[in-house]
């Protein structure tokens, strides 16, 4: 199958990487030239521009930082929608607002393309591994077109509904993490000020498993390794405000989230948008006129982000 794809970061890259192991015949773009040598060596084509890449391609697959970024690869007369051929198949694996969602699906029903809203979740390891969790929004009619591109580096692939709900899953599963880990963190905060050990407090919480996924990043928060790759915190608070802004299209009240997002906007203020979206834990402390003692980390963690 001919396919394009368009954003090589994180995960974007990886992914790639296995669709082109998978067989297909593969063409790639990015902004940023120099990060598909890998793919190049692999055997995939480095096109210049959109609508280079996209030519006579069956799927097209778009992995970019927001809804700002997927409108302007879309629109115009330089973007996806001008050159894709008819019939072909737009995915989009962003995590990206629902009403950008339901634009780009309505102008490729105009021009006779499909559409799927298909991100992602499980991170560089699960991109590499091709085990990420792929939820899908769209016809079923789409998906089987675009099925043996997804299954490459996804698995499971769940198809969810009509479009939009792949979107609606992905902000949910990053709404409940992000949200949990402020709650996490204040927690942390609460019982290190009362006197308990952090270190002691993890591996309890790490038996009664009330907090598993955020007990394995807990050492390196509390190791302040907020700098290096992952979760980046203003991806984050970006996830939650799309989450919020999901909640005011579906009239559906989310005041806990609100309430969470608001550290997140705190520690942008503060200028802590590159830093690990765990970062916030700085922002309560400050709150609480306290600071959790520094735990060393002690293994390697294997998950950072939603």
């Known amino acids: 199958m001919r396919v394009a ?6 995960m974007g890259g990886p992914m790639a990487l296995r669709i082109q192991r998978g067989g297909h015949e593969l063409a790639v773009h990015d902004q940023r030239g120099d990060v598909a040598a890998v793919l190049e060596q692999a055997g995939a084509r480095w096109a210049g521009s959109v609508a280079e890449v996209v030519d006579g391609a069956e799927v097209v697959c778009m992995s970019l930082p927001g809804p700002r970024q997927v409108e302007a690869v879309v629109n115009g007369v330089t973007g996806v929608l001008a050159h894709m051929k008819p019939g072909a198949v737009l995915v989009d694996h962003t995590t990206n607002g629902l009403d950008t969602v339901y634009q780009v699906a309505r102008r490729c029903a105009e021009v006779g393309l499909g559409f799927l809203d298909a991100p992602v979740s499980g991170g560089n390891a699960g991109a590499n591994a091709g085990t990420l969790v792929a939820m899908v929004g769209g016809s079923s009619d789409h998906l089987r077109i675009a099925r043996p591109v997804l299954d490459t580096f996804a698995e499971p692939v769940l198809h969810l509904g009509a479009v939009g709900t792949g979107t609606v899953a992905k902000l949910v599963n990053n709404q409940l993490y992000l949200c949990g880990e402020v709650l996490f963190q204040e927690g942390m905060v609460l019982a290190s000020k009362a006197g308990i050990d952090p270190s002691v407090l ?5 038996r009664t498993g009330v907090a598993a996924t955020h007990v ?8 302040r390794e907020f700098e290096g790759q992952g979760f980046a915190l203003a991806l984050a608070e970006k996830d939650i405000a799309m989450a919020l802004a999901a909640g005011r299209e579906l009239d559906v009240p989310l005041s806990t989230t609100a309430a969470a997002h608001q550290r997140f906007v705190e520690a942008l203020a503060a200028g802590m948008g590159a830093q690990r979206s765990f970062a916030t834990l700085t922002m309560i402390e400050r709150a609480a006129g306290f600071e959790v003692p520094m735990v060393a980390q002690r293994h390697e963690e294997t ?4």
Not at 5 to 10: T, V
Not at 303 to 306: C, E, K, S
């Open 216 to 223: 394995q990043t807990g050492p390196r928060m509390l190791a």
């Open 303 to 306: 998950r950072d982000g939603a």
């Open 202 to 206: 993890l591996a309890m919480l790490d």
């Open 5 to 10: 794809f368009i954003g090589l970061g994180n």
